[in-house]
Nanobody, 126 residues
């Protein structure tokens, strides 16, 4: 059974940093794409970042470029390093797995992602 376990959320002051982790288990192929989405109350789920393991390319939404970094290791863990956090980053963060090729790493549409983690809450205080 494919499972995604997101962790690392918490409460941080504006300007601080957090590192989110997403552990992928039950998936036996080396190539895939993992994206991070976030959702705050009253807003639609928003794509934040994606990494395509087949070619190593990474993608970011404009609001996090230069502040967030996505990475993945050989154990199929994916990380989102978040620096210079501001209150607008407050949301529940979800990791999502795309398994069908070609991997699109589409940040504007959730339908390409077949599996989702349970979410981890990030709260940034001002």
């Amino acid at each position: 059974e494919v499972q995604l376990q997101a962790s690392g959320g918490g409460l941080v002051q504006a300007g601080g940093s957090l590192r989110l982790s997403c552990a992928l288990t039950g998936y036996n192929f080396k190539n895939f794409a993992i994206a991070w989405f976030r959702q705050s109350p009253g807003k639609e789920r928003e794509g934040v970042s994606c990494i395509n393991k087949s070619d190593g390319k990474t993608y970011y939404t404009d609001s996090v470029k230069g502040r967030f970094t996505i990475a993945s290791d050989d154990a199929k863990n994916t990380y989102l390093q978040m620096n210079s956090l501001n209150p607008e980053d407050t949301a529940v963060y979800y990791c999502a797995l795309e398994t069908r090729t070609p991997f699109l790493c589409e940040l504007h549409n959730t339908r390409y992602y077949e599996y989702w983690g349970q979410g981890t809450l990030v709260t940034v205080s001002s």
